[in-house]
T-cell receptor
Framework: GENVEQHPSTLSVQEGDSAVIKCTYS??????FPWYKQELGKRPQLIID?????GEKKDQRIAVTLNKTAKHFSLHITETQPEDSAVYFC???????????FGAGTRLTVKP | EAGVAQSPRYKIIEKRQSVAFWCNPI?????LYWYQQILGQGPKLLIQ????????DSQLPKDRFSAERLKGVDSTLKIQPAKLEDSAVYLC???????????FGSGTRLTVV
């Protein structure tokens, strides 16, 4: 959706390196930000999310950071593995936290 | 818990024909979403239900698309008549509330020829 910008569109890293994907949103009232992983031919799966009352959330090798002032949030994957290869989508809601808008996606390739 | 069920998995129709998709959300999930995902793009929200009421349908092409969730559980999405550009995967998702991550179904891949 036009309210969520996601960069980069493609990202290639070597196994073991870190990967960072960034998203910006437009509605300052948004307070919930999920990240989804979609493997080829499969459904999007929620991998991590963050609410606006915290600045960072971590789950093993995955972390999300949120800067509400700048209206951007990022996904960080450390010690990447080939199975991390997929398309990653960020999302942010509009209008009283309904109407979830997705970014255009980032195709991550982790080279063994 | 059982996931979000969708049917059919695949559908091929000719342009100007009609098609309907069905979704059964996770039990107890009040919020249900229909998304359209064109190849290479992110999911685009078509309509969002809270129980049996429509919360948002601003991106639903209402001249040809319709959706209902009569009893606040299952939902159907209909396209009538279909156009070539409607070829996409139609994803249903559900969540406990409107401000939480949705769980997606496997989707219906529609091809309009």
């Amino acid at each position: 959706g036009e309210n969520v910008e996601q960069h980069p569109s493609t990202l290639s890293v070597q196994e073991g390196d870190s990967a960072v994907i960034k998203c910006t949103y437009s509605d300052s009232a948004s307070n919930y930000f999920p990240w989804y992983k979609q493997e080829l031919g499969k459904r999007p799966q929620l991998i991590i999310d963050i609410r606006s009352n915290v600045g960072e959330k971590k789950d093993q090798r995955i972390a999300v950071t949120l800067n509400k002032t700048a209206k951007h949030f990022s996904l960080h994957i450390t010690e990447t593995q080939p199975e991390d290869s997929a398309v990653y989508f960020c999302a942010a809601p509009r209008y009283n936290n309904n109407d979830m808008r997705f970014g255009a996606g980032t195709r991550l390739t982790v080279k063994p | 818990e059982a996931g979000v069920a969708q049917s059919p998995r695949y559908k091929i129709i000719e342009k100007r024909q009609s098609v309907a998709f069905w979704c059964n959300p996770i039990s107890g999930h009040a919020t249900l979403y229909w998304y359209q995902q064109i190849l290479g793009q992110g999911p685009k929200l078509l309509i969002q239900f809270q129980n049996n009421g429509v919360v948002d349908d601003s991106q639903l092409p209402k001249d040809r698309f319709s959706a209902e969730r009569l009893k606040g559980v299952d939902s159907t999405l209909k396209i009538q008549p279909a156009k070539l550009e409607d070829s996409a995967v139609y994803l249903c998702a559900s969540s406990l509330g409107s401000s939480s991550g949705g769980t997606f179904g496997s989707g219906t891949r529609l091809t309009v020829v």
